[in-house]
């Protein structure tokens, strides 16, 4: 036997060895290690609270995430950490998810509350379910909107949101029940797939905390129209993603938004096709221009004004440039 041969059989034999321990080690203890070597990051955003935080996180994955990869939910955690909101469950600020053998990170309605009114544009800011008899008038075009809220006994037929900013710019926005399911249909694989199975089986954050992702949801529209800051412009990047590769500086407790890797594992929908903001505003002032109702003639041509993608923004401007060339 050449010395080449005994060194590649002990070299084998060691990596079985490796890999009979790493199976031997829970993965709680591998989160817990993983905690270990980053505590100094997670103390440089969260201070004295970075050790409760750390204890939340492996009673979490000890009861909800069990078979999650720990690195998975430490980047999950991460984020969390750096929008500085808790991920009790019973708290509705944020939540860690199991999909798969991924963490999906999750922010509630009452975190992406608080992320807005701490971004300082935003004075107020709420939504609340919206029930059958409470509708006395509404204008879509115009946004008017009276509301009876005595009748609290009927069932829930759609959301309203209102937000109003620090430079005094106020929007109202109502969705109805049929458009809040439209888009968990069209966002979530896990939701469509909820239907065909048993009370007890569902799986989806919608199916099992419906009225809060129809908070979520409007909320988010309604935010379209507000300021964005960092922490707002890192949740829409994370937002019901499992996030694969994260930089949490240690010094600052700063996250790079250029350097997060994320896969949004129950919506495969490219979320970089999504139009942007500023291109959705831009595309309104070219309308406006000409008094022509974009959002109108979105719904005739079947688009989700909501919820557009680059693709719909280049129709929709066609559109408004032959309109404008009928003017001129």
Known sequence: MTLQTV????????????????????????????LKENSKKLKAVLGDNANAFMVSLVNLYNSDLTGCDPQSVLNAAFIAAALKLPIEKNLGFAYIIKYGKQAQFILGYKGMLQLALRSGGVRKLNAIPIKKGQIKLYNPLTEEIEFDLSDNDGEVIGYAAYMELINGFNKTLYLTKENIEAHANKFSKTYEKDK??????????????????????IIKKILKFAPLSTDMQLMETVDQSSIKKIDLEESTGTINLNTIDVEYVDNKKERALLATKEEVQELLENANMISYDIVKISKQQGIDFENMTKEDIGILQSIIDDETAKKI
């Open 196 to 217: 065909e199975r048993n009370e007890y089986d569902k799986k989806s954050v919608w199916s099992k905390n419906y009225d809060e992702m129809a908070l979520k949801t």
């Open 7 to 34: 060194k590649q059989a002990k070299n084998s034999i060691m990596e079985k060895d490796s890999k009979e321990l790493q199976n031997q080690i829970s993965p709680t203890l591998i989160l817990q290690n993983l």
